[in-house]
């Protein structure tokens, strides 16, 4: 079993931010599992692991000079909801899997482990959140992704 | 951050050749100010790098920076390389075509024909020679910033040669804070060369750097012009930070992924 899965994902920040979409080819998403994820190079990947696995997303922007980093991944329940939606602390910090406006995105490592209690062949959707400079029109949302649990591997 | 760092070094070419100096004649300005950077435009600017490290220590982020000359005064660096060339060309030609009109006018216009040999004359415009010595674009004509001939040379306003950086210096290079390197490019707008550096983001603080800049003087040299450089020098800052990496999820530590231990209907 490959100890990790890389998820990279490529954006092409000033075709996002001119369509205010992520969609029609401002990005595409890969992966490097061995496993047979299905939607390469699409917004909707959906990428085969493992538990005990770790999986790590990042970023690239396809114009080295512009700024996109990743301000949150939620998994999303099958409505489509965030399924781990907690009312934000009474303290006023982001809920777990978000960054506050103003926070060094750079320093996040957007790493985690496949947990053993995925329930092996369903594709798990998340929500990947972008945001390209701070802007009023500076966050992305894209709901398209998953993770699908290929059972234990040898 | 993977975001390389831009930063323009914006010269105003005529005052700096009239004044002997880059002070107050250099406007800067960079893509972080986002990150914090201070003075954009002006020609105080500090440039913030934010770096990052692992729990290990390491540099978790690798800072690039690149310089871009631009001269202000200039034909827009946009336009196609060959330009200049092609214009002194085709007035070159221009001047031909007119001269075997002249040659082929009726007789008896010889007073009109004076007059018109001025005029072919203003059109032919000024070459600029060419000099190993002195250096600089060569093959060229004096153009004025819409791509016109310039006649007199001397006193009218001409399109200068961007200017080029020839060094990067100073503490923040001394202290092997800044790795700066001139590399061979394919983009010409840039002629072919820009200056690089990558930062070691392992020790904070503001540091300053000099810019080497050299700038070309049109002057007239044994009955002939040619562009005569002039070096001069300016002064900037990096301000460099750096925070610990950190695991996007938990804030902390590295967990397992986020999803709910919940059987989905299948």
Request: include cysteine.
């Given at each position: 079993m490959k100890p990790k899965v890389n998820i990279v994902v490529l954006v092409d920040v000033i075709g996002a931010l001119s369509d205010d979409t992520l969609h029609n080819g401002n990005l595409s998403i890969v992966d490097d599992s061995a496993?047979?994820?299905?939607?390469?190079?699409?917004?909707e990947l959906c990428t085969v692991v493992s538990p005990g696995q770790v999986v790590g997303w990042s970023v690239l922007a396809v114009d080295l000079q512009t700024p996109v980093e990743i301000r949150s991944i939620t998994f999303l329940d099958p409505e489509g909801r965030p399924a781990a939606a907690e009312p934000p602390a009474a303290d006023g910090a982001p809920p777990a899997g978000e960054s506050s406006a103003g926070e060094q995105l750079d320093l996040d490592d957007w790493t985690a482990v496949v947990p053993p209690w995925m329930t092996p062949g369903v594709p798990y959707r998340y929500r990947l959140e972008l945001r390209m400079h701070e802007g009023p029109h500076s966050l992305f949302e894209l709901d398209t992704p998953a993770l699908l649990c290929g059972g234990p591997q040898n | 951050m993977t975001q390389q760092l831009a930063i323009i070094v914006l010269v105003d070419v005529g005052n700096a050749l009239a004044s002997r100096t880059l002070d107050d004649n250099v406007y800067l300005f960079d893509n972080m100010k986002l990150h914090g950077s201070e003075g954009e435009g002006t020609g105080d600017l500090v440039t913030v790098l934010n770096g990052s490290y692992w729990n290990d220590g390491s540099q978790g982020t690798e800072l690039v920076l690149n310089w871009l000359p631009y001269s202000l005064g200039s034909i827009p660096p946009t336009v196609p390389r060959g330009y200049q060339v092609q214009r002194a060309r085709q007035s070159d030609q221009q001047a031909l075509r007119e001269l075997a009109e002249l040659g082929s006018a009726p007789a008896g216009t010889g007073a009109g024909s004076a007059a018109e040999l001025s005029r072919i004359r203003r059109n032919v415009g000024t070459p600029v020679s060419s000099t190993l010595r002195a250096g600089g674009p060569a093959g060229r004509k004096v153009l004025d910033v819409t791509g016109q001939i310039v006649t007199d040379a001397g006193a009218s306003v001409h399109s200068v040669p961007a200017p080029i950086i020839t060094d990067i210096v100073g503490e923040a290079v001394d202290q092997k804070i800044m790795y700066p390197a001139e590399y061979g490019s394919p983009d010409l707008v840039t002629d072919g060369w820009y200056w690089s550096a990558t930062v070691d983001s392992s020790r904070p603080g503001t540091y300053s750097y000099t810019m080497d800049i050299q700038i070309h003087d049109l002057v007239e040299r044994d009955g002939a012009w040619v562009w005569q450089p002039v070096n001069l020098s300016c002064e900037s800052r990096i301000k460099v930070t750096s925070g610990p990496k950190r695991n996007g999820f938990t804030k902390a530590g590295m967990g397992p992924l986020p999803v709910a231990p919940v059987t989905f209907p299948l």
């Amino acid at each position: 079993m490959k100890p990790k899965v890389n998820i990279v994902v490529l954006v092409d920040v000033i075709g996002a931010l001119s369509d205010d979409t992520l969609h029609n080819g401002n990005l595409s998403i890969v992966d490097d599992s061995a496993l047979r994820s299905t939607g390469q190079g699409t917004t909707e990947l959906c990428t085969v692991v493992s538990p005990g696995q770790v999986v790590g997303w990042s970023v690239l922007a396809v114009d080295l000079q512009t700024p996109v980093e990743i301000r949150s991944i939620t998994f999303l329940d099958p409505e489509g909801r965030p399924a781990a939606a907690e009312p934000p602390a009474a303290d006023g910090a982001p809920p777990a899997g978000e960054s506050s406006a103003g926070e060094q995105l750079d320093l996040d490592d957007w790493t985690a482990v496949v947990p053993p209690w995925m329930t092996p062949g369903v594709p798990y959707r998340y929500r990947l959140e972008l945001r390209m400079h701070e802007g009023p029109h500076s966050l992305f949302e894209l709901d398209t992704p998953a993770l699908l649990c290929g059972g234990p591997q040898n | 951050m993977t975001q390389q760092l831009a930063i323009i070094v914006l010269v105003d070419v005529g005052n700096a050749l009239a004044s002997r100096t880059l002070d107050d004649n250099v406007y800067l300005f960079d893509n972080m100010k986002l990150h914090g950077s201070e003075g954009e435009g002006t020609g105080d600017l500090v440039t913030v790098l934010n770096g990052s490290y692992w729990n290990d220590g390491s540099q978790g982020t690798e800072l690039v920076l690149n310089w871009l000359p631009y001269s202000l005064g200039s034909i827009p660096p946009t336009v196609p390389r060959g330009y200049q060339v092609q214009r002194a060309r085709q007035s070159d030609q221009q001047a031909l075509r007119e001269l075997a009109e002249l040659g082929s006018a009726p007789a008896g216009t010889g007073a009109g024909s004076a007059a018109e040999l001025s005029r072919i004359r203003r059109n032919v415009g000024t070459p600029v020679s060419s000099t190993l010595r002195a250096g600089g674009p060569a093959g060229r004509k004096v153009l004025d910033v819409t791509g016109q001939i310039v006649t007199d040379a001397g006193a009218s306003v001409h399109s200068v040669p961007a200017p080029i950086i020839t060094d990067i210096v100073g503490e923040a290079v001394d202290q092997k804070i800044m790795y700066p390197a001139e590399y061979g490019s394919p983009d010409l707008v840039t002629d072919g060369w820009y200056w690089s550096a990558t930062v070691d983001s392992s020790r904070p603080g503001t540091y300053s750097y000099t810019m080497d800049i050299q700038i070309h003087d049109l002057v007239e040299r044994d009955g002939a012009w040619v562009w005569q450089p002039v070096n001069l020098s300016c002064e900037s800052r990096i301000k460099v930070t750096s925070g610990p990496k950190r695991n996007g999820f938990t804030k902390a530590g590295m967990g397992p992924l986020p999803v709910a231990p919940v059987t989905f209907p299948l």
